[in-house]
């Protein structure tokens, strides 16, 4: 259990650092700023109680907002996520009929496994948080543009982020 929490520890540190000190100072076309911190809430292992991942997803999201001071965006897209992320999961393994989508947790699924698990996730983050920050109907396209273009390059990281480390080991365990 200690070498769990160990890992979303670590986990959480990188992409804490990664959000703050690098992509929220990088301004690529003046709206994309990928979200990468949600890497470590849709790792949360599966059997941990609903409520921790609200309660991490609070604790994710308001590290990020207090260090980009953006008055509580992230707070509560996170907590939305940490809501919705094990419901997505349970509701993918009633789907599956018990195949291995749910059986395991996110840190066990594979590649194809994973997107199916985590881009919906992300996309519906990226549209909460754009919803949030704009706070008008008028602005559906705008939050459905931006929250597409953000989840597509959060998504795309989040993915290397997961899948790059293992690859990089197999080739030089060779």
Do not use: C
């Amino acid at each position: 259990m200690s070498r769990i929490i160990f890992l979303q520890l670590w986990r959480f540190l990188l992409v804490f650092f990664l959000q703050t000190f690098v992509l929220d100072r990088v301004d690529a076309l003046a709206f994309v700023n990928p979200s990468i911190y949600v890497y470590f809430l849709l790792l949360l292992p599966r059997e941990w109680p609903h409520f921790v991942h609200i309660l991490l997803g609070f604790a994710a999201g308001y590290a990020i907002d207090a260090f980009g001071d953006s008055a509580g965006i992230h707070t509560s897209s996170a907590v939305f996520l940490g809501f919705i992320a094990p419901l997505w999961l349970n509701t993918l393994n009633q789907r599956e009929q018990g195949d291995e989508v749910g059986a395991h947790g996110p840190d066990q699924l594979t590649a194809g496994q994973f997107l199916l698990y985590a881009l919906p996730l992300i996309w519906a983050h990226q549209i909460f948080l754009f919803s949030v920050e704009y706070l008008d109907l008028g602005k559906t396209p705008s939050v459905l543009y931006y929250g597409t273009i953000n989840a597509f390059f959060t998504g795309i990281l989040v993915f290397i982020l997961r899948y790059f480390p293992s690859a990089f080991r197999k080739n030089k365990a060779r």
